[in-house]
């Protein structure tokens, strides 16, 4: 799931120095690609961050010592991080409704990050949460980044 994850953040890297430079269909590989990364976001974030093995996602055993909390922080996570790669397509792409849905996603990517930082202080299970915080931080920047280069200024 991890490697899966890594390739497409290249793909999406490298579709994005190719829109850059005005190269043909990079513009449908960037969209693409973060589609399906946003898919994957918004559906396996609790397989991805659990480490649980994708044979075991659909099997009820696989999530019996899992906290509520914990399973809801999760998907409150993948929503964010779902909606900022979405947000930072649109705003690449020039397309309507750009600035509100990055600045949505950064919002929220603020606000599981900040949660994360309280709760990885308290608690004895410091490497799942920097997991999350590498993922989230990770894409608060990009999105962050992103609305400083290709927002123009006149639209802010």
């Known amino acids: 799931m991890k490697s899966f994850e890594k390739s497409v953040v290249i793909i999406i890297a490298v579709s994005l ?45 696989t999530y019996t010592n899992e906290s509520h909390l914990r399973t809801i922080g999760l998907l409150s996570t993948g929503v964010s991080l779902s909606w900022a790669v979405l947000g930072i397509t649109f705003t690449v792409q020039h397309w309507k409704g750009a600035i509100l849905n990055l600045s949505i996603g950064n919002v929220l990517l603020l606000f599981v990050s900040v949660f994360i930082l309280m709760k990885r202080n308290q608690a004895s299970n410091a490497s799942f949460y920097n997991k999350v915080l590498l993922r989230t931080g990770g894409w608060l920047l990009a999105g962050i980044m992103t609305q400083f280069i290709f927002v123009p200024l006149g639209m802010l």
Do not use: A, C, E, Q
């Not at 918004?42 to 093995?53: E, G, P």
């Open 17 to 61: 120095i190719m829109k850059v430079l005005h190269i043909p269909s990079s513009g449908l590989l960037f969209v693409l690609s973060s589609l399906i990364l946003s898919f994957f976001y918004f559906f396996l974030t609790i397989v991805l961050l659990n480490d649980h093995k994708f044979s075991r996602v659909f099997f009820l055993s």
